[in-house]
Structure formats: C-alpha cells, structure tokens
C-alpha cells in the first residue's frame, strides 16, 4: 500500500484510515466519532491536511449534506453570473427552484461519479481509501463556497442592489471600485476551493502527483459542467 500506516506494536502494513491495526487490533491513533464543524473550518485555514485528515479518521461524516446543499446553491448563482458573461442579457428558462435542483443533481451526481472513478484508479495503483471519505473530502473542499453564500453575497446584494445582475449598466459602471473588489474576493474564493481539493486528494492518497493528477481532472470536468448547467437553466 502506498498510503499506509504502520502499527507501532506489531509493525503490520494498515490502511491510512485505519485506526485499530488489522493483524494485532493494537489502537493506531485516537478513535473520532464525529466531525466537529467549526474546528475544521479553522483547521482548512490554519493546515488544511490536518482538517482532511480528521474528516477521513471521522467514523461519521457529519455536515455533508448541509455542505451540499448549501454549495450547490452558490453554484446556482455562479451559473447566473456565467451566462451573463457568455451570453449577455438573459431570462432563466425554468423557475429558481428548478434551477436549484438542476444545480444540485449535477453537483451531487458528478461527486459521486468522481468518487467512483477516483477510487477505482487508487486502487489499481495500490492506494487504499474508502467510498466515503474521499466523498466527504470533496465535499468539505467546497466551505469557501459556503463562505461566499453566506457572507459575501449578501454583502453583494446590500451594495450593488438590482445592478448586481444588471448589464445595462452593470455593476462595474455604477460602483467600480466596490465591483472589482467583489469580483476579486469571488475569484478567491474559487481558487482556494481549488486548493483545499488538491490538497484533500494528496493526504488521501499521500501521493501528490497522483493527488494533483485528479485535482485538475475534478476542477476541468466539473466547472465545464457548471458552464453547461448556465446554457441549460438560463436562456436568451
């Protein structure tokens, strides 16, 4: 194994996220029962491989469906300012909440998907890791989007009012300065997305080359369906 972990009391191979040895059932490291929410949105900012690495020891992984859903409700909004991008002046083709559940199945379908594949290829290469953590490791890599959602777009909203999705003039003509400013933060945003995942995928895998590969897979594949889901909800 590739990312294994040796048993200190019998020296035995184990999975990376085993916590009791296979051979010897010797205690490899303290048992974690539960994902406490708010330790590893600090631990993603001060040392994200010790937040993913408490998310994969996690026997539960608590948090991920609010994650999801919350997530996915920040991507409904990206694929707004997409298609004002791509396609100028538009109407959405379906309702807000048909719109959210578009979003929200491709999210959730993709993740799994990835997940699926991600670990059929760990195992193929002899790196052992397990369905759900590396679903949760994904998923936990979306907090900035959570941060955006909650923070910086009502903030948006406050501030740019109805110009917020505007073109005619858009917002960057009535309060440049400020509109930059979000474009900047919103851009962060993603970027550090980008990171936590391609950090996630490495302490997983503790194979950076084989963690990177499948980052920039993840990030292309899954930001092209995103552009797609623009095309879809929002229209001419």
């Not at 184990?14 to 994902?35: E, L, T």
């Not at 396609?87 to 807000?96: C, M, P, R």
Request: aromatic content about 20%; proline content about 3%.
């Amino acid at each position: 194994m590739k990312n294994s972990v040796t048993c200190p009391n019998c020296n035995s191979k184990n999975p990376y996220y085993n916590s009791v040895c296979s051979s010897c059932k010797y205690y490899i490291r303290d048992r974690i029962y539960n994902i406490d929410f708010w330790t590893v949105i600090s631990s993603l900012i001060e040392n994200p491989s010790k937040a993913f690495r408490t998310i994969i020891f996690s026997e539960h992984k608590n948090f991920t469906l609010f994650i999801i859903l919350f997530a996915s409700l920040k991507y409904v909004i990206n694929a707004r300012f997409i298609a004002m991008i791509s396609k100028g002046e538009f109407q959405s083709s379906v309702g807000l909440q048909y719109s959210y559940l578009i979003v929200l199945g491709v999210v959730v379908s993709f993740f799994l998907l990835f997940t699926l594949v991600y670990n059929i290829f760990g195992k193929y290469n002899k790196i052992f890791i397990r369905f759900k953590d590396t679903f949760a490791i994904i998923v936990f890599s979306q907090i900035p989007l959570l941060l955006g959602l909650f923070i910086l777009f009502p903030l948006e909203l406050v501030i740019l009012g109805d110009y917020l999705f505007s073109l005619n003039p858009t917002p960057f003509v009535i309060k440049g300065n400020i509109a930059y400013f979000f474009l900047v933060i919103e851009i962060s945003l993603i970027l550090w997305s980008i990171y936590l995942i391609t950090k996630a995928l490495i302490t997983q895998s503790q194979q950076p080359f084989f963690g990177i590969v499948f980052a920039f897979v993840f990030v292309v594949l899954f930001w092209t369906l995103i552009y797609f889901c623009s095309l879809i909800v929002f229209t001419l």
